[in-house]
Nanobody, 119 residues
Framework: EVQLVESGGGLVQAGGSLRLSCAAS????????IGWFREAPDKERKGVSC????????YYTDSVKGRFTISSDNAKNTVYLQMDNLKPEDTAVYYC????????????WGQGTQVTVSS
């Protein structure tokens, strides 16, 4: 059974940092891509960042480039999202999912973790 469990969310002031973790199980971690998404109140869920398991390629949406860093620890089957210089507009529920960074669907999702950035 595929499972994804996010952690690391919380309340932080603008300019602060958080590190989200996505612990994965139930599939060959190295063979898949993991994406981070976020959903703000009354807005659509959008992709934030993605890492390709096989070659480590990374992708970021423009609004987080230079502030967020995605990484993976294959020994721990965990993907991280380091978020620095956080802004109030980063406030959202953050989800990780298994899928394809370069196309295809994301078929398995975690339960989400809340990130709130105060001004």
């Amino acid at each position: 059974e595929v499972q994804l469990v996010e952690s690391g969310g919380g309340l932080v002031q603008a300019g602060g940092s958080l590190r989200l973790s996505c612990a994965a199980s139930g599939f060959a971690f190295d063979d898949y891509s993991i994406g981070w998404f976020r959903e703000a109140p009354d807005k659509e869920r959008k992709g934030v960042s993605c890492i390709v398991g096989r070659d480590g390629s990374t992708y970021y949406t423009d609004s987080v480039k230079g502030r967020f860093t995605i990484s993976s620890d294959n020994a721990k089957n965990t993907v991280y999202l380091q978020m620095d210089n956080l802004k109030p507009e980063d406030t959202a529920v953050y989800y990780c999912a298994v899928g394809g960074c370069r196309g295809g669907s994301f078929d398995y999702w975690g339960q989400g973790t809340q990130v709130t950035v105060s001004s």
